[in-house]
């Protein structure tokens, strides 16, 4: 994992649940999570797929990732090209798959954080830079046993060597 | 220092005391997954090395989300679940079994003081028999296939208090959704709820896991409950594990008290498209609808069932309705025959399906069509999750989601069982 982040804001409300991430249904389309990205907020969104550039963000209130425990939703957002959420805060379940698959779950106030806002995370300082504006955020510190998982680049690469 | 029901859980599993926000590593007494997550667990194990599951006789795997199996892919995903348990020695409940939620207490497999992971949000239902349950994602069941254990922050708890009693016509789906909509959607995120008072006790476990079921909904990683009489006596029926019940101790510390008067509740539904936005029923009454739906992992259960069979009985449904009952176990479906209650339904003019999770997660069994609104005893209204994005969901009790079907609009179950 890297310790700086770059990339554009695709800024949401509250309450974006998996369902929202991604439908259900659309698991009948394919088995394969590149091609499941398409549907990345699809229903709320549509088209959404095709303006998310790798590296950028998904910046959303309270709640981000509730409802259903599919890990489709982190995995797609991880084959989507997206590093890192940045949230207000997170649904546990939702927070323990993104961490798992590799999709850093940032907790900070997003209030100030607009959609197209060009955004620089340090993870190692700490803070979210909103570098048109001149802004800078600080974010919730992560648990260590979260830190380690991280740093390994997810949960199975944390797992792999263990016996 | 006092503890609550999920403290006390999880220093009994790891042998020592903690409390909120200690992060523990604690065995898993049971996992269980599905045919819709469970392939995506399958294949994480494999990827950390997992060659033999740790537990074998503490999981199982229900195929239930898509049965029987309306697509290819699904078809591919459930046999990789039957491949995988059968390479493992785990049981597998196949199609037409029923819902993981409702098979796995139904089966035995959850007594007091267990703590339970499962790849389905809705795990925390069984907090309804004093275990401690919680939904988890995919590679984290496959953590704990490989190693039966997994790391958890032990939560705070909100204690939830309902006093005095349901009225006549009031059920407890109605009683959650009024619950989801003050705690909110994100109210009691990362913590356990504790429910209790007059109202939760005169409950039957039917009803006491409508209520567990739905903690999700509010956010909640574990919705949890006492066990009396009423729940060793369910208990006694299913299983012959032995248990020790787990009660909050008198000065257990809880982040936040709520306290409910049962008596003030009326019948209520959430509006679409958030679960949260909840209103009396009379706020939307003559609202029309187009499909009715009675089942899943909230309101799939017996009692459910023959409380919606009570207003249906010797009734048909309005014109241009559409009701699908969907029973969530073949248990659930084998009494209600018995019953004469499936008949009730057929009768009325209603659609009876294998018993799964069938339209609830959008895949299959009754998509709406666009501009179609459907009232449903699901826990779930968000936009898509029909299957449709350009549908509605109302969330409702069984008793209203007949009741609308008998009339075409949604009605107060009320107006139709006595009660006001």
Redesign the interface.
């Known amino acids: 994992m890297h310790d700086v982040l770059i990339g554009k804001a695709h800024k949401f409300g509250d309450n974006i649940n998996t369902d929202y991430i991604m439908a259900s249904r659309h698991r009948a389309k394919s088995l394969d999570y590149k091609e499941l990205a398409h549907y990345l907020m699809e229903d709320i969104r549509p088209g959404f797929y095709k303006s998310f550039n790798k590296g950028d963000f998904i910046v959303a209130g309270d709640n981000f990732g509730c409802g259903s425990s599919r890990e489709y939703a982190a995995r797609i957002l991880k084959e989507g090209g997206c590093n890192a959420v940045i949230g207000s805060s997170f649904a546990r379940i939702f927070y323990r798959n993104a961490i798992n698959v590799g999709v850093i779950p940032i907790e900070c106030n997003t209030d100030d954080i607009d959609d197209g806002d060009q955004l620089e995370v340090n993870m190692k300082t700490g803070h979210v830079m909103l570098k048109n504006k001149g802004i800078k955020l600080s974010i919730k510190p992560i648990p260590s046993i979260v830190q380690d998982i991280i740093s390994a680049g997810g949960l199975i690469n944390f797992l792999k060597e263990k016996p | 220092m006092g503890q609550t029901i999920a403290e006390k859980i999880f220093s009994k599993k790891i042998g020592k005391s903690v409390y909120a926000d200690d ?1 523990v590593t604690a065995k898993v007494d049971f996992l269980v997954s599905h045919d ?2 469970g392939p ?1 667990a399958i294949d ?1 194990f494999k ?3 997992g060659i033999k599951v740790k537990n074998p006789d503490k999981a199982c795997f229900v195929i239930d ?1 898509f049965v029987p199996s ?2 290819r ?2 078809s ?2 459930q046999q990789k679940v039957r491949e995988f348990c059968k390479e493992q020695n785990i049981t597998c409940y196949d199609g037409g079994e029923g819902i993981c939620h409702q098979v796995v207490p139904e089966k035995g497999y959850v007594v007091p003081g267990d703590l339970v992971v ?4 809705h ?1 925390c239902t069984y907090g309804a028999l004093n275990a401690f349950a919680t ?6 069941a ?2 704990v296939l ?2 039966g254990e997994l ?1 958890f ?1 032990v939560p705070k708890t909100n204690k939830v208090v309902i006093n005095g009693y349901l009225q006549t016509g009031v059920f407890a789906k109605d009683l959650v959704l009024y619950l989801a909509g003050r705690i909110r ?2 109210g009691a ?2 913590k356990a709820i504790e429910f209790s008072g007059e109202a939760i006790s005169k409950l039957c476990i039917d009803d006491r896991l409508t209520i567990c079921n739905m903690s ?1 909904e509010m ?1 909640a ?1 574990a919705g949890l409950m006492i066990a009396d009489n009423k729940t060793k006596l369910w208990l006694r029926k299913r299983t012959n594990r032995e248990y020790e019940t787990i009660n909050p101790d008198v000065d257990a510390v809880y982040e936040k008290t709520y306290e409910f008067n049962a008596c003030s509740i009326v019948p209520q539904v959430s509006r679409p498209h ?1 679960v949260d936005d909840v209103v009396p029923v009379k706020h939307v009454e003559g609202q029309k609808i187009q499909q009715a739906i009675i089942g899943t992992c909230t309101n799939g259960r017996l009692e459910d069932l023959r409380v919606a069979a009570r207003i249906l009985k010797g009734k048909k449904l309005a014109q241009g309705i559409r009701l699908i009952v969907v029973p969530a176990s073949r248990t659930v479906l084998s009494e209600a025959i018995e019953q004469g209650i499936i008949q009730t339904f057929v009768e009325a003019g209603g659609m009876v399906i294998t018993p799964g999770c069938g339209p609830c ?3 299959h069994s009754g ?1 709406p069509s666009d501009g179609e609104t459907v009232i449903s005893t699901a826990n ?1 209204n ?4 029909s ?1 449709n ?1 350009h549908s509605s969901v109302y969330l409702a009790s069984p008793a209203t989601v007949a009741a609308s079907a008998v009339t075409g609009y949604i009605t107060d179950p009320r107006n139709m069982i006595g009660g006001c």
């Open positions: 992060i819709g997550l995506m994480s990827e950390i090395n989300h309306p697509a892919n699904y591919l995903m499962g790849t389905d949000s795990t939904g988890v994602g995919s590679t984290d496959a953590a490989k190693t790391w922050r959607a994100n995120n990362y999700i956010g990683k958030q997660v959008g895949s998509i779930r968000f936009k898509g999750r299957g994005a």
